[in-house]
């Protein structure tokens, strides 16, 4: 089955709550869109490289603001990647490409390998021949390698014609800071067959078992609690007991790290001698699943903490903008942390409407953030009913929805 090409969705754009951003400046960066009037090209048949861009020639795009150069010291593809930069009296930089003949993202979403001086959420916009804009984020720290990422949808400008975009643009608010982005691989992503999303719970918190288990159960909806194997039993953390009633109700026993916090303050050494202990007591004691996920405390890691958790889990999980389509790179899949109810309800209409593959995060479950993840479960067994999401596992995700 293909996805429809009309995209016709409506609502508020979430980067402030879900990757980082805040909201002026999301907004700020769509303002100077103008329509002009084209006639209708035909699209190109899919090429057999999918590879969009590979910044090879960056005289195919036009600098609005900021700056563009290429550095031949920084490349996933090719020999250069291309170096956007703000200076202080710029709001931000913003690049875009005009294609030769309209492109077709019926079936797919962007994903783009970049890397950051400081934390910040790029933006993708894809416009159509009438102006109409879907926008897509991805969320990066400040020194992280430059590896491909899955960008999420945050926001629709009008209703965007997917079967027929005009040109793209690559922008990041700028403020009153001074910043670089290094962007290479531009590629589409494939999209799915029907919305997909996973469901998952941080830092082993007690209220996973007695909160979020009785109500999955309802639905028959599996879900991961990520452990951190040293709190274990602690005070308010879910004991052993918990974790094997849990596994034996369908769940994913994912790990943590031993502690929970930070990795990237300690050294190398230290951090994967944190991951592997956790992967060893996991295993030691009954819970290392075929596909045991990793997801990084806080959302933070670096270079050394990428590759530790790459040599020994096949998945892990970030922060950042779900409502993406298959997973670029398995060790960096993005996800929402506490969805508010009206923010988790857009996700899963966005989610179903693109077929697209959205994780959904949450960590204590107490007061509004329970009143949410209800509402935003019943809300997705609703969908499911109409056949328009599924709920899957991590081990699923590995084996049919890695691009």
Same mark, same amino acid.
């Given at each position: ?8 969705? %409506? *609502? ?6 879900? *990757? ?26 899919? !090429?057999?490289? !999918?590879?969009?861009?590979?910044? &090879?020639?960056? @005289? ?22 291309? /170096?956007?930069?703000?200076? @202080? ?53 400040? =020194? ?19 079967? %027929?975009?005009? +040109?793209?643009?690559? @922008? ?13 691989? /531009? ?7 029907? =919305?997909?999303?996973? /469901? ?6 007690? @209220?996973?078992?007695?909160?979020? /288990? ?5 639905? =028959?909806? !599996? ?18 007991? +918990? ?6 109700? =369908?769940?994913?026993?994912? &790990?943590?790290?031993?502690? *929970? ?5 300690? &050294? ?10 956790a992967s060893e007591w996991l295993a030691d004691n009954g819970f290392g699943a075929e596909t045991v996920p990793f997801a990084y405390p806080l959302g933070r890691f670096n ?9 020994? +889990?096949?998945?892990?999980?970030? *922060?950042g903008y779900p409502v993406c389509g298959e997973i670029t790179n398995p060790h960096l899949c993005p996800r929402a942390t506490n969805p508010s109810a009206s923010e988790g ?25 329970? &009143? ?7 809300h997705l067994a609703d969908l499911e009913g109409e056949g328009r999401l599924e709920v899957i596992d991590p081990e699923a995700l590995v084996e049919s929805y890695l691009h």
């Open positions: 089955m293909k996805r429809r090409a009309y995209l016709a969705v %409506a *609502g508020a754009g979430l980067a402030g709550c879900l *990757g980082g951003d805040d909201s002026e400046a999301a907004s700020n960066e769509t303002e100077t869109e103008t329509e002009t009037e084209t006639e209708t090209p035909t699209p190109d048949p899919t !090429p057999e490289d !999918p590879l969009l861009e590979d910044f &090879s020639d960056l @005289s195919r795009w036009s600098v609005e603001e900021g700056s563009l150069t290429a550095d031949e010291d920084r490349a996933t593809v090719g020999e250069q990647s291309a /170096l956007l930069s703000a200076d @202080s009296s710029e709001d931000r930089v913003q690049i875009k490409r005009t294609f030769d003949s309209v492109e077709n993202f019926t079936d797919a979403l962007p994903a783009l390998a970049v890397t950051a001086d400081t934390d910040m959420s790029p933006l993708i916009q894809l416009t159509d021949i009438d102006g109409d804009r879907l926008l897509l984020r991805t969320a990066v720290g400040a =020194g992280q390698p430059l590896v491909a990422r899955d960008f999420g949808v945050v926001d629709t400008i009008g209703s965007p014609d997917l079967s %027929a975009i005009d +040109h793209i643009k690559l @922008s990041v608010w700028a403020g009153d800071r001074e910043l670089q982005l290094w962007c290479d691989e /531009l590629r589409p992503v494939s999209r799915l067959e029907t =919305g997909t999303v996973l /469901l998952q719970f941080d830092y082993g918190t007690e @209220s996973t078992y007695t909160d979020a /288990l009785p109500i999955l159960e309802e639905h =028959g909806y !599996p879900a991961t609690t990520f452990v951190p194997t040293a709190r274990v039993g602690a005070d308010g953390r879910l004991e052993e007991d +918990h974790l094997e009633t849990l596994q034996d109700a =369908g769940w994913t026993i994912g &790990s943590q790290g031993t502690r *929970g916090s930070d990795l990237t303050d300690r &050294s190398d050494r230290d951090q994967r001698a944190e991951i592997e202990t270079e050394a903490t990428l590759e530790a958790v790459s040599d020994i +889990h096949d998945l892990a999980f970030t *922060g309800r857009q996700l899963l209409e966005w989610t179903a409407e693109l077929g697209a593959l959205t994780v959904l995060t949450y960590n204590d479950l107490e007061g509004d953030s329970l &009143s949410a993840f209800e509402t935003t479960v019943d």
